[in-house]
């Protein structure tokens, strides 16, 4: 395998490759030291890879064992996440004060609802287990085979169908509880409230309709609403889209309240 | 002794002596041992899939200890302590009255028997034995749901 295969390899999936790394640490800062530890040891490692799966799988193996390493994935997040941090943006004017100059100023600085619900489900899924989290995303989010997330995070078959399946069945149960988009009784508006916020002459209904999971929420079946939910976040680059300097400024500060909630009750 | 290689097919039976009572249950499922461990180990996760389960706290591993709510009497909550635990193979956990072992057997092509017993029993047994109500249905419960969970997790998509 030569360097300049390697590093077209690695360029052409950078940009999963930094989705992957921020989902599961939810730090930018992290994120960016990530991606070139997992580049530089590519690298070193070059002569080992024996082509037994795809580069891409290789590189990601890498990037999982550096990511899984770090204290901020093995933070786990609890399940109300979103409860907790509306809260402390709402004592907290400086958060808003920047967000609205991010909305006004920046050119990432929209405000979507599809972009929302990416954001929340990484919120969301750092409440399951790591192993979890990491075979839900590989799978729902980066169209791994099972096989390869075996290879990627070194267990069997049957290991990674336990936990897409469990990762996957208590994502379904909470979204259901908590997603008033798919749920009239959900206790959580915050797409719907946010975007009341940041786009205050846009209608909310009109919106919704460009959803497919929201148009669908009456009459589909839970499984197929989080099917759906997965399109919506495979679509996105949280790095590059529209709204990602929006949507980064409040992952950054869900991260930090999470940091000091978790500090707190450990105590 | 009732033996494990008599597979129920979840029906459970139970056989009761002055002194004791035993209940057991066994059922073939196609699913491989790991995905059955996983289920029969995984403590916080046992009230989603286990319909005779309310709650567990506590570490299903070796010497650890658990809280079990079972529904068979949920006002009160079983302390039980892990006696064996051989990964895919055997585990069992009980308290001073009495002892639950799970057993998995590989049977080839993918098929695996669960076989679950629980004997209860002592020199007081016979004071309280009419207060411990039948374990039967919740047994065929048990098996019944761990089987339908164990294969829907081997049939996930590859």
């Given at each position: 395998m030569f360097t300049e295969q390697f590093n077209q390899e690695f360029e052409a999936i950078r940009g999963q490759l930094k989705s992957y790394i921020l989902r599961i640490t939810a730090s930018v800062a992290d994120t960016e030291d990530l991606v070139q530890d997992t580049y530089l040891k590519g690298v070193e490692k070059l002569?080992?890879?024996?082509?037994?799966?795809s580069l891409k799988t290789w590189i990601f193996t890498i990037a999982s064992n550096l990511a899984k390493d770090t204290l901020r994935a093995k933070k786990r997040w609890t399940e109300n996440v979103t409860d907790i941090c509306k809260e402390a943006a709402m004592s907290n004017q400086a958060f808003f004060q920047e967000a609205m100059h991010i909305r006004m100023?920046?050119?990432?600085?929209q405000f979507e609802i599809r972009e929302h619900i990416a954001f929340c489900f990484t919120c969301i899924s750092k409440s399951l287990p790591l192993e979890q989290q990491i075979c839900l995303l590989l799978k729902?989010?980066?169209?791994?085979?099972v096989h390869e997330i075996a290879q990627i995070i070194a267990t069997t078959e049957a290991m990674v169908k336990y936990y897409l399946h469990t990762g996957r069945s208590k994502m379904v149960q909470i979204f259901e509880g908590r997603c008033a988009l798919i749920n009239?009784?959900?206790?959580?508006?915050q797409c719907s409230e946010l975007n009341g916020i940041f786009?205050?002459?846009?209608?909310l209904q009109e919106a919704l309709v460009k959803i497919e999971m929201a148009k669908e929420a009456q009459k589909a079946d839970r499984e197929h609403l989080f099917n759906l939910r997965m399109q919506v976040v495979r679509g996105i680059d949280p790095f590059e889209s529209d709204a990602a300097a929006l949507q980064l400024h409040h992952l950054e500060h869900n991260r930090v309240v999470m940091e000091r909630y978790l500090e707190k009750n450990a105590e | 002794m009732t033996s494990n290689t008599n597979i129920q097919n979840g029906k459970a039976t139970t056989v009761k002596t002055t002194f004791s009572r035993e209940t057991s249950v066994g059922i073939e499922i196609k699913a491989d041992a790991p995905i059955v461990w996983a289920l029969l180990t995984n403590a916080s996760d046992y009230p989603r899939w286990n319909s005779t389960v309310i709650s567990i706290e506590g570490d299903?591993?070796?010497g650890g200890q658990i809280r079990l709510k079972s529904t068979l009497d949920p006002k009160r909550t079983f302390k039980l302590r892990i006696k064996t635990f051989e990964p895919e193979r055997k585990m069992a956990w009980g308290d001073g009255q009495g002892n639950r072992v799970y057993t998995l057997t590989d049977r080839g092509n993918g098929m695996l028997s669960f076989y679950m017993h629980e004997k209860i029993g002592g020199l007081m047994f016979p004071l309280y034995a009419k207060y411990i109500p039948p374990f039967d249905q919740s047994f065929e419960q048990f098996a019944a749901d761990l089987k339908r969970e164990a294969e829907i997790i081997a049939n996930t998509k590859n």
């Open positions: 002569d080992s890879f024996r082509e037994e799966s100023t920046s050119p990432q600085g729902e989010v980066y169209e791994f085979k009239k009784e959900g206790v959580c508006h786009n205050p002459k846009q209608k | 299903i591993a070796s």
